[in-house]
């Protein structure tokens, strides 16, 4: 990690910048993909996994029989770690869903919200060796939860030609209502056109690499909704003479075993805290399996010392980290001062691996600083909000007569002339 | 409008399509304003204010004594109705606040949401003969109400070098913290990059024409958020035998005066009831000033007659219009089966125009279908959601074991070891 140790405020600017990405300009890949399977469905999915998995899929659906064979295979042990992640994030993603509550905005109009499910929804997971079936749980409860009636699930297939059975298992767990064994961005061009066997969709969540991420942006463009904009992820700790430093570096080194294009960032009132949590990086990254990855993210990151608590709080506003540890004396005394984070750990105990797999919390969080702009997954995103409004006689006749006059100063006199009607019907 | 008498389901999918746009491939001539607001900044503003507005700008800051012209030339009547608007907008919103609950998902982690305002936000009004301050007033309040710190308004100026009287009225009764003379993409370029007198924005608001929506678009692939993407307006009227048709017609009309490309669509489980709408819409649009555009609008509409009032609702739930009457009896009891829809308004008195201006709802909705996978905007679009997780040392406990079996199934050995050092700490 670059260490500095009070840089001035107007050096900020290039702390708080992520690491420039090789983005690669995916368009017409991108494009293509999507054109071919608006026209040829469901075998333009089987041409590109076979280029790209050299999997030959005949029936993209996955079949009772593969589920059965799944849950034999997930361990006992998993299978009560699922359970116990299935109850905390179901308890506290619960939590969310709005009640309805009348408001009467003046005597005679009542308005109010209610929530619907989005009908149809897509989760995106991808393959690879670490089949994350984590994020099954945190985008299939909240689905589950806010009434979506659709929850189609794509990932692609593994070389013995089905999905890894964990996160089958954890699919069923969840309500899913289909799986499908495509991935890329032919999964993502499936859900939104449809094809012969998947379902188009209203809306896709899920992360995925720069060609998946790209052909969820060109989605947007065909009327279906996405999650948030994707980037890498980062961890920003800030610690002070309180924090554990074998902690600090262990979360620090669970962000950076991610991808050598995550960042950590470490910011302390204290340079004897920076340097002990050195210390225990080095000791820990180098017993790491995937310490190759994590050494390369630690290139790209920083430890900071800035002169006092409240000065971490403003510099890690500034940056927006997708996770915030507070591993500091009363933490929870200081969230009201957090304007911009994904989601925020609180002392010594609140690892942010516990935040990715089961203290309740969605691990589905803006990067890249869009916690600026963006909140995390949460049932919220699963539904739309109606606005209602219950108007009586008495009601119209209370702000009738102020729309008149507003729509007319708006040169909208249709407008005028629906409350004029309304108006002149119950004065005659 | 054109007329359909119980056509076959197979037949709804060309009936819930909107009219074709005449969309212009817009991004080069996009894409170069951005480029040059980008680098020239409020020099580019003034040559593009000078050829697309026709005017002057020197300074694109209102000043006080024009906040003060406009606070003199706004008649008292105008204000009066504009104090009933915020009165109830402001009620209705304050609702959306979420107050913070802290669950326990297990035995020592609590978990809770905390809201705060995005800093700053832009707000889009455009220009014009006719001033939109109304949506001042449906996008201020919430932006205020979230705790937003900027919220920064732009609108073209008119031939006399300002932005018109009521919005700059409207801007102060709100708290709008700065307005800019400046309109079009330029407007949305310099929310997106900010210029020497503009500051730059995390989300932008508000309607516009094809350049606004194509710019507003272009600006999220700065990092920039937008409020929902923009179309044309729209309302579906299910109406029984119970409706009054003058006012049946008058809403149809509220929303046909629009635009030309407007879309409204009644529906009804009685022909009787349709026929005696459309000779009241026939009286009706004869007297209306914008006659020449409702009528246009018209004739890209549908009335359509259904066997029952379950069969009007399933047809709007396919047709997820912007806008929901429900003139029917007992309207209340049908709003659980309404799933795709951006406001409802029930039975005969709350007219459209009720929620365009002063019910209280918000009147920035989701158009062309997009119902289906968005929510109008309100208190949340203002606000990002950051979750907090206090683990204590019997939560770790609890939960430890279980992400130390997650983490490792998911090849993510740093993430298991941020628990086991905690665990192991704890047992020694």
Known sequence: MKQYVNPAKAEWWNLIRRPELDTLDLSAIVGNVF???????????????????????????????EFDAANL??????????????????????????????????PGVECWRVSRGIEKVGIYIPGGSAPLFSTVLMLGIPAKLAGCKEIVL?????????????ILYAAQQVGITQCFKVGGVQAIASLTFGTESIPQVNKIFGPGNQYVTAAKQLATTFGVAIDMPAGPSELLVIADESAVPAFVAADLLSQAEHGADSQVILVSDSQRTVEAVLVEL????????????????????NAIVLDSI?????????????????????????????????SIFLGNYSCESAGDYA???NHTLPTNGYARNYS???????VKKITVQNVSEKGVQAIGPAIEVMAEAEQLMAHKNAVTVRLNSLNS
Do not use: M, W
């Open 282 to 301: 080095e000791n820990q990254v180098a017993v790491l399996p995937r310490q190759e990855i994590a050494r390369k993210a630690l290139e790209n990151s």
């Open 35 to 65: 054109q071919d399977v608006k026209i040829n469905g469901d075998s333009a999915n089987r041409k590109y996994t076979q280029q790209f998995d050299r999997v030959e899929i005949d029936t993209f659906k996955v079949s009772q029989s």
């Open 310 to 342: 409240d000065s971490c709080i403003d510099f890690s506003n500034a940056y927006a980290p997708e996770h915030l540890i507070l591993a500091i004396q009363s933490a929870e005394n200081k969230v009201a001062s957090v304007l911009n984070a994904g």
């Open 376 to 382: 995390g997954v949460s049932v919220d995103s699963f």
């Open 73 to 106: 295979s997930v361990s006992e042990e998993l299978k009560s770690a699922i359970d116990v992640a299935i109850s905390t994030i179901t308890t506290f993603h619960a939590s969310q869903l709005e009640k309805s509550t009348k408001i009467e905005t003046v």
């Open 154 to 166: 794509c990932s692609p297939p593994t070389t013995n030609e089905t999905i890894h059975p964990a």
């Open 359 to 361: 203290s309740g919390t």
